[in-house]
């Protein structure tokens, strides 16, 4: 029997629901990179990591699903809105009158990864029909708890030191000068 599900009345929900967050995954993807405000850009990131938030709950996995919403949608992109708060009318289009060759260049490059996932889509080989064996623990909150606390302690450690700085740099960048400063 195939391992391919077939739409049946008992997962039109399902199907409905997958849908509706792949489309607004994509949608708001889409609006992240053309809204010239950063704020209604950072507020379309919010949208695209919510509606995979969905995504992975409907995959079953509910833990990479709230890492997801508290993480990213929460804490990251809170701090995304304060450094654009901070930053004010200093970065509402930071690429306006810019170079074409950045445009070019990020056609050439959506481009590229198009045709690669089209190309490893269609490439037919054995080593992409057979699933991985996969013990009974992968990617259990216990798991990925050990796996940050021992094989990967140091880039864990590192992540938060870099978004304690970006913390920093965001007020730092924020910060006004006052009129005896611009004065002298």
Known sequence: MSSLYVAS????LVWMVWIGAATACLGSGIAV???TNPFYSALGL???????A???LLSSAEFVAAAQVLVYAGAVM?????VIAYLGG???????????LFRVSAVVTGGA????TIVALLWKSSRLSHSASVGTSFGSPAEIGRSFLTDHLLAFEVTSIVLLVAAV?????????SEEDSAA
């Not at 809170?78 to 304060?82: I, R």
């Not at 740099?169 to 000068?177: E, K, Y």
């Open 169 to 177: 740099g965001g007020v730092v960048l924020g910060i006004q000068p």
């Open 78 to 82: 809170v701090m995304f809105l304060f």
């Open 9 to 12: 009345v008992g997962n039109v």
């Open 90 to 100: 200093r970065a509402d289009a930071p690429w306006a009158g810019g170079s074409t």
């Open 46 to 52: 919010i949208g695209n990591l919510a509606s995979l």
């Open 54 to 56: 969905v995504l992975y």
């Open 33 to 35: 990179v053309t809204l």
């Open 113 to 116: 990864l198009l045709v690669e």
